[in-house]
């Protein structure tokens, strides 16, 4: 539907829902009009009277008053367009002010409108950190997984509530497959933007998919830099994922390190504001010897600390390697803020990822029914076979397996 069209089904629903709920022509519990005053016999002049026809005038001229600045009001609420002069012009007289139905169906009609897209010109409306949503969903759905809960909690929320950052939040996400890195960063999109990952301040890029060749990498380069300057001109906060990282050009990840350094004051754009988020295989077989060893020296995996794990991951991830996260200056310059791991996932995990299948589908379950789709995953090492080796990937496909 252009603009144009729904401006005019707009206006007519406005004024419709305004002049029924305001007192206006359709109210029923509004005073008399005045050609209700009168129930005696018809006053000179005719069947209305010219007293009568003058103030049934002025009532309607009130009345398209009212409606106009009621539209005016609507259009500056949405749009933010023709507010200022205008209003005043069309104001019924002075004092005028609009009453608390009318505004509460403004606000009704402009929240359905802002719900088919940005309302205001920089995406800001629809950013909404909710930090305690987030949180309860993480330590809800995320399992096996205590120190990425914390650290990404901790670095979110103090990054939100920091007035001054000094540089955007940058985040690496590292671990095996299906341990939990892409549902961590679409639950952070989702609370953080009312649109989640559709929201335009929010952009994802896969490595593969986005930058598969070599070859075009200057073409690469220009496109990414722009479309990151473009969001956060836009965005006063924006969020950049990348997925796959480790497979990025190692001149890919160095073009968008001016992005993620301290904040010059040269620019034009202010990109303190921003959160990237880094999702890497790389580091998993570390973190996943380091699990092994507490298991194997019967020590629970909540005991593992941020402080040994990210040391020892920092320490693989520097090394010489073909990964362009090895060569490029991310980690010289130490950009990257923290290093969050993701725990490998054992039997009772996937059991939980089977449960949490089955509620979001809306099936009934049993315990019979989560052993044996956790059952159907692979297990290692060979000897202990303590971890899975998808993670919980493909959890949500191997319950089709149960349906009727």
Same mark, same amino acid.
């Given at each position: 539907m252009g603009r144009g069209r729904l401006l005019t089904r707009l206006g007519l629903a406005c004024c419709l829902l305004l002049l029924g709920g305001s007192g206006g022509l359709g109210s029923r519990a509004t005073p008399r #009009?005045?050609?209700?005053?009168?129930?005696?016999?018809?006053? !000179?002049g005719g069947p209305w009277g010219r007293a009568r026809y003058?103030? $049934?005038k002025k009532h309607l001229r009130v009345v398209g008053a009212l409606s106009k600045q009621y539209w005016q009001y609507l259009a500056c609420k949405v749009w933010q367009e023709g507010c200022g002069e205008e209003e005043e012009e069309s104001s019924p007289g002075p004092g005028w002010s609009l009453p608390l139905v009318g505004q509460d169906y403004l606000e009704i009609l402009s929240t359905w409108y802002c719900s088919f897209g940005k309302c205001c010109k920089t995406g800001d409306c629809r950013i909404v950190n909710n930090i305690t949503g987030l949180e309860a969903d993480l330590n #809800?759905?995320?399992?096996?997984?205590? /120190?990425?809960?914390? $650290?990404?909690? %901790?670095?979110?929320? #103090?990054f *939100?509530?920091?007035? %001054?950052?000094?540089?955007? /939040?940058?985040?690496?996400?590292?671990g095996w497959s299906g341990t939990g890195k892409n549902f961590v960063a679409r639950m952070v999109a989702s609370h953080l933007y009312r649109d989640g990952l559709k929201s335009e301040c929010v952009r994802v890029f896969i490595s593969l998919f986005h930058f598969p060749h070599h070859k075009y990498v200057d073409s690469y380069k220009?496109? *990414? +830099?722009?479309?990151?300057?473009?969001?956060?001109? /836009?965005?006063?906060?924006?969020?950049?994922?990348?997925? !796959?990282? !480790? +497979?990025l050009h190692f001149s890919l990840l160095d073009a968008i390190k001016p992005f993620m350094a301290h904040y010059d004051n040269k620019g034009e754009v202010d990109y303190r504001r921003s959160i990237f988020l880094f999702l890497s295989n790389l580091g998993g077989n570390t973190i996943n010897e380091v699990a092994l060893d507490f298991w194997r020296a019967g020590r629970a995996r909540e005991e593992i600390s941020m402080e040994f794990l990210e040391q020892r991951l920092r320490l693989e991830l520097r090394e010489p390697a073909e990964s362009g996260y090895a060569r490029s200056h991310l980690l010289k310059e130490n950009l990257i803020d923290f290093?969050?791991?993701? *725990?490998?996932? !054992?039997?009772?995990?996937?059991? /939980?990822?089977?449960?949490?299948a089955f509620l979001a589908r809306g099936l009934p379950y049993t315990e019979a029914a989560l052993d044996e789709v956790a059952r159907m995953m692979v297990f290692v090492p060979k000897e202990e076979k303590l971890f899975s080796a998808q993670g919980c990937k493909s959890v949500s496909q191997r319950i089709n397996y149960f349906l009727p």
């Open positions: #009009g005045p050609w209700e005053e009168e129930q005696g016999p018809m006053a !000179e003058e103030a $049934v #809800g759905q995320l399992h096996g997984q205590h /120190l990425a809960k914390e $650290v990404v909690i %901790r670095a979110v929320q #103090g *939100l509530q920091n007035p %001054r950052p000094e540089k955007p /939040l940058v985040l690496s996400f590292h220009a496109q *990414l +830099k722009k479309q990151i300057s473009e969001t956060m001109q /836009l965005c006063k906060q924006s969020l950049f994922i990348f997925d !796959e990282a !480790e +497979k290093f969050v791991p993701f *725990l490998p996932l !054992e039997y009772h995990h996937v059991k /939980l990822c089977a449960r949490d």
